[in-house]
Nanobody
Framework: QVQLVESGGGLVQAGGSLRLSCAASGRTFSDYNMGWFRQAPGKEREFVAAISRSGGDTRYADSVKGRFTISRVNAKNTVSLQMNSLKPEDTAFYYC????????????????WGQGTQVTVSS
């Protein structure tokens, strides 16, 4: 499995921006479809965004569409999530995940997970 480490979380005011990064190691990064998920206190983990192995296809949750952008640089083994126009309801722990077989929104189809990074949006 690939090892994943997220960074870039923090505290930001509503309307602000943050950029999350996920560094991968241990396997060939370009073999993996990548996703971002989030989990707020007392809620289930939910899909945020996904990107295919080549970066040519992306998917977004309706709640973040138009505000968040997922991207990857295979040569640097990184995937990023640019988050703009942040809202208090975006507050959550954000996780990076990798899937060797599926380009999907379903968290159960992801093989590897990072430890997560906290994003807090104040009103």
């Amino acid at each position: 499995q690939v090892q994943l480490v997220e960074s870039g979380g923090g505290l930001v005011q509503a309307g602000g921006s943050l950029r999350l990064s996920c560094a991968a190691s241990g396997r060939t990064f370009s073999d993996y479809n990548m996703g971002w998920f989030r989990q707020a206190p007392g809620k289930e983990r939910e899909f945020v965004a996904a990107i295919s192995r080549s970066g040519g296809d992306t998917r977004y949750a309706d709640s973040v569409k138009g505000r968040f952008t997922i991207s990857r640089v295979n040569a640097k083994n990184t995937v990023s999530l640019q988050m703009n126009s942040l809202k208090p309801e975006d507050t959550a722990f954000y996780y990076c995940a990798a899937s060797a077989r599926f380009f999907t929104t379903r968290l159960t189809l992801y093989d590897s997970w990072g430890q997560g990074t906290q994003v807090t949006v104040s009103s």
